[in-house]
């Protein structure tokens, strides 16, 4: 018995299609994946129960145990109320955010409020995690 043997070969699957889709899906994660803006001072922040959201016309000052950050930008104390009293005028008032590592000490955190309320901002806003 003679067994004959095919002289056709198989043609080769196409996986482009595969390839090409995911690459697709690749392009669009990273397109809308959310962009996260790297601060210049890392902090662990308080949890809370209760979140409120953001506004733009807020200023977010970030404090470490030593060290202050407004836009990425390390200053001190003295540097951060100046730096706030230029922003502030009689009609325009921003909130300011405070963005407070929890193991700051409470005692500069009400030295700053103190100063900033002195200054004339009305609105201060302890940014926490949710619980």
């Known amino acids: 018995m003679d067994i004959v043997e095919s002289t056709q070969k198989k043609e080769f699957e196409n996986v482009l299609p595969l390839v090409n889709i995911v690459f697709l899906l690749l392009i669009f994660f990273m397109i809308s994946g959310t962009f996260i803006k790297p601060e210049a ?76 309320g002195n200054i004339g901002v009305s609105s201060i806003h302890l940014l926490t995690t949710k619980h």
């Open 41 to 116: 001072l890392t902090v662990d922040v308080p949890n809370a129960k209760l979140i409120n959201p953001t506004s733009s016309e807020e200023i977010i000052i970030v404090m470490s145990e030593s060290q202050f950050s407004i836009e990425n930008q390390i200053y001190t104390q003295g540097e951060v109320i100046e730096f706030i009293h230029e922003k502030t005028d009689k009609e325009n008032k921003p909130a300011i955010q405070l963005k407070i590592d929890q193991q700051a000490h409470s005692a500069k955190l009400l030295e700053l409020m103190q100063e900033l």
